[in-house]
């Protein structure tokens, strides 16, 4: 086993047994620029316990790291909060090799853990307030459906104050550096955001219920220890309090322009947008689909007040960029939005009506019609765009 992996520890009795994913760049269409990490525990109580394992890949750098302070063998149970692939895909080599007493999930975890594996072991189904003894510590359990599976829990040791929260306030951010307040704050205000928006957002309603419940609950957290990116020790209540404000997605003074174009007509359309925006008052980002990525998009639309969306017209279609990040931002579910497109044709000119149609699944409210154009622009028609800028502006501003 390669000695050169080595536990980190997080408090007397846990240690981090992850591992470090350098290459990874893409998270089911998430762009992660900075790789990730695949966060496990080791609880060094009178019962040795195992929180989460890492992707398959990944095993043999887990448990040389576990080696380093413990026999892998003296692991008794194995607590899988969150049965997605990236924190469950070494478990059965782990339970095969460890041949834990115990391996507990919820109830919807144990389920899905037998759908994916053939583990030919009874999985324990925990429930949400119910508490395991590891002799000299407690775990306690606390559902977390569709934060942001249906299996997933968290799991918190009281003695600690330690929540090991699975794929909530983690971040893909691949570091040698372990905790929070060792790495740039300006990288982890990104890469947290960034993981929220692209990870967490669907379930906004769900995070906002879930702090008021912890809070009801009194809980209170020394130590946050997510399955991706550096643990809390020192910020909790900082992260906490992202959460809160991204969950409740209260408009800001910003609009996001996204477009795609053939042959410029509908950038100069965006740009004159964005002049009339920023003069209207708001903070605006403009963003050509040729030249950026869509988890970059989401990432600047948290929180922000106005989204406005162009594209040209291909066989009576709009772009499959502007498809692509449409699909994205739908599936995301963004809220508190107004919303307009436009764009240039040569003949038909149907991707206006096609990005109003979508936006309006989206639930996004409209701020006024949107703004099509055969070929090229004249200097009307970007005076039309111009005023839609200010007036989607003097929206925005009205609703803060």
């Known amino acids: 086993m390669n000695d050169t992996f080595k536990a980190v520890r997080v408090t007397e009795d846990v240690w981090w047994v992850g591992a470090i994913d350098w290459n ?41 790291r576990i080696a380093s302070v413990v026999d892998p063998g003296k692991i008794e149970y194995i607590v899988s909060n969150h049965s997605e692939m990236d924190h469950s895909g070494s478990l059965p080599e782990v339970i095969a090799a460890v041949n834990p007493k115990k ?16 583990i030919n072991r009874e999985i324990t189904a925990v429930k949400d307030g119910e508490t395991l003894s590891l002799g000299n510590r407690t775990l306690t359990f606390l559902e977390t459906r569709m934060l942001h599976w249906p299996d ?120 004159a947008i964005s002049e009339g925006l ?47 990040i449409l699909t994205y931002l739908k599936g995301l579910k963004p809220k508190n939005l107004i919303g307009a497109a436009f764009g240039s044709y040569g003949w038909s000119g149907e991707a206006v009506r096609e990005i109003e149609e979508i936006l309006a699944e989206m639930k996004v409210e409209k701020a006024g019609e949107g703004i099509r154009v055969k070929n090229v622009p004249d200097g009307g028609v970007l005076a039309r765009c111009y005023e839609l800028g200010k007036t989607m502006a003097g929206q925005v501003l009205s609703r803060r």
């Not at 089911?28 to 394992?53: F, K, M, P």
């Open 24 to 64: 990874i760049r893409d998270f089911h269409g998430y762009q992660t620029r900075r790789g990730s990490t695949y966060n496990a525990y080791l609880i060094l109580a009178d019962t040795v316990t195992l929180i989460d394992t890492v992707k398959a890949p990944f095993r043999e750098e887990m448990m040389a």
């Open 103 to 118: 391996v507990f999930a919820s109830v919807v975890g144990a389920k899905t853990l037998r759908e994916l594996f053939p």
């Open 152 to 271: 997933s829990m968290f799991a918190y040791l009281g003695e600690e104050q330690l929540l090991f929260s699975q794929d909530a306030f983690g971040m893909h951010y691949a570091s040698l550096e372990r905790f929070a307040d060792e790495c740039d704050p300006a990288v982890l205000a990104y890469e947290a955001a960034t993981y929220y928006a692209n990870i967490i957002l669907p379930y906004s309603p769900l995070v906002l219920k879930l702090i008021e419940k912890v809070t009801a609950a009194g809980l209170s957290f020394k130590i946050i220890a997510p399955d991706h990116g550096p643990i809390w020790r020192k910020e909790t209540g900082e992260i906490i309090g992202r959460y809160a404000k991204w969950a409740a997605q209260k408009p800001e003074a910003k609009a996001v322009v996204v477009y795609a174009t053939m042959w410029h007509s509908t950038e100069m359309m965006a740009r």
């Open 278 to 324: 920023a003069a209207g008052g708001l903070h605006v980002k403009l963003m050509s689909m040729d030249e950026v990525h869509r988890s970059d998009v989401i990432y600047e639309l948290l929180c922000a007040g106005a989204l406005v969306v162009g594209s040209s017209t291909l066989n009576n279609h709009l772009l499959p960029n502007i498809a692509d």
